[in-house]
């Protein structure tokens, strides 16, 4: 298979995922609450961020069988993450068969470099941005879709809309910017110009884009989405809060009618406690996913 | 003539685009009063067991089966399995195509691939059949026309004003699929 047809058939199944949730499960019970709330993937891994980062240590990638246990339980797609720079874990999660790999700061880089050649992959990867530059550099490496980092297993949305809205600061410059500032302009974000191009005829990343890390509610799905992005992902979010199976549908439902206050008003009635979470303000440096990644 | 777009999951804006070259603009239907005077709806690719679950909340799943059975519908791989009359191992949704249909029959991502197509009577050159974690058709009924296979397998096909398709024509430059939908539209589904 050419690198054409492979990037669209990658690029296209990112597409089916818009206007969709993917929600992080760590058993196939979860993945099975999951697609029944309408979930339109799952992230099957051994431990939600918020206990990653409760249990510090090296987090790596997940048991094969685990994850393996996860692809029988459900029907939609199943994605599972690789450390940073790891191309072995991604080799293994390539034969597992996993439909998507997350290349993900969450997990504790294995090269501070250097990211994965993921063109050299059949399977797609997505990859975490904090904005424009960072984006295009991983989509220059082969990611089939990007997602704003935010700060994972907090519950604070607060860098989720950072990173959403320095992104699209970012396109919005690329656009209205005169052509002579273009090559000065791909230096300034370290990124190749042949994409900050791209960009500025589409008007936005040539890749679906999705919000994550900190999305705990509804509303900060819809926030998301309202920003511009094209779906989101939930990690600690929904399996942390007090009734998982009403918030997963809740966000689900709050992502397609992100528009409409009074159904985003009647859905987030009676959901139960969200989880407790962390203010991101407070992490200090080291404790900060969303610094990892070059 | 007032083209919907379901877009409650998936690629919904890519069909928009499509039919936007076509001169059509199309209009984005997530609740039962988005179907009012539409003359032809899309079900979009995308996750058909989200769709379905939003569908159902939303009191759409009554709504697209009563609109289905007068007016013209074309489903798009996950949209083709909601049109499906049978589905293995799950419930039917809008049970509007006389087939039975097998979800991620062609397996995982690895197995996904793009081929070449006939076109039949869309007429031109070969048509490119974008197949992303697709669902087989393993049965059509006696009234259901085949309109394109791969492998054997039924790809396209069309039973009076309903079309559905496996693969993906809104994720390539090629707009006969699209441009066929618009005719069945506008002849409210008597095709020649």
Same mark, same amino acid.
């Given at each position: ?141 082969? =990611? ?76 900060? =799905? ?31 439902? =709050? ?40 | ?192």
């Amino acid at each position: 298979m050419n690198q054409e047809t492979q990037e669209l058939l990658n690029t296209g199944l990112a597409r089916m995922f818009k206007g969709g949730v993917i929600m992080d499960v760590v058993d196939p019970q979860q993945a099975r609450i999951a697609e029944e709330a309408g979930a339109c993937a799952v992230m099957a891994l051994e431990r939600v961020p918020a206990d990653i980062r409760a249990d510090g240590g090296v987090a790596r990638m997940s048991d094969p069988g685990m994850i393996r246990g996860i692809m029988e339980a459900v029907s939609i797609p199943v994605m599972a993450k690789c450390r940073i720079g790891h191309f072995m874990e991604a080799r293994i999660l390539e034969a597992v068969g996993v439909d998507f790999i997350d290349e993900s700061e969450v997990l504790t880089p294995a090269d501070e470099a250097f990211h994965i050649d993921k063109k050299d992959f059949r399977t797609p990867f997505v990859c975490g941005c904090r904005d424009l530059g960072e984006a295009l550099r991983r989509i220059a490496e082969g =990611a089939a879709m990007i997602r704003t980092k935010g700060e994972a297993g907090t519950g604070d949305v607060v860098e989720a809309v950072r990173h959403a809205r320095a992104v699209r600061e970012g396109i919005r410059r690329a656009r209205h910017m005169p052509e002579e500032e273009l090559v000065a302009f791909a230096r300034e974000i370290g990124a190749p110009l042949e994409l900050v191009r791209q960009v500025r005829e589409l008007g936005r990343l040539p890749v679906v884009n999705f919000a994550a890390g900190g999305i705990a509610t509804p509303a900060d =799905a819809a926030l998301m989405m309202q920003l511009g992005m094209d779906g989101v992902f939930v990690g600690s979010g929904i399996f942390k809060s007090a009734d998982p199976a009403r918030r997963a549908r809740a966000i689900v439902e =709050a992502v397609t009618h992100h528009d409409d206050p009074q159904t985003l008003a009647r859905i987030s009635e009676n959901l139960g406690g969200a989880m407790s979470g962390v203010a991101a303000r407070s992490l200090d440096g080291e404790r900060r996913f969303a610094g990892r990644g070059w | 003539m007032r083209i919907g777009i379901l877009a409650l999951q998936g690629a919904f804006a890519e069909h928009r685009e499509m039919l936007a070259t076509l001169g059509v603009r199309a209009e984005l239907v997530r609740t039962p009063g988005g179907l009012d005077g539409l003359d032809g709806l899309i079900l979009p690719g995308g996750e058909s067991t989200s769709m379905r679950r939003l569908a159902a909340w939303g009191g759409l799943d009554k709504a697209l089966r009563d609109f289905g059975a007068g007016r013209p519908v074309w489903g798009v791989c996950a949209g083709l399995i909601l049109m499906a009359r049978y589905v293995e191992g799950e419930e039917p949704f809008a049970g509007l195509m006389d087939m039975a249909v097998a979800r991620n029959a062609y397996g995982r991502q690895g197995e996904s691939f793009v081929a070449d197509l006939l076109p039949g009577r869309l007429g031109g050159g070969p048509l490119p059949g974008v197949f992303i974690r697709a669902p087989r058709v393993v049965e059509a009924g006696p009234g259901v026309e085949v309109l394109a296979r791969h492998g054997g397998w039924p790809v396209a096909l069309v039973q009076g004003h309903l079309l559905a398709t496996a693969f993906h024509p809104e994720l390539t430059p090629d707009p006969r699929m699209h441009a066929f939908f618009l005719k069945l539209c506008a002849a409210r589904g008597a095709l020649p």
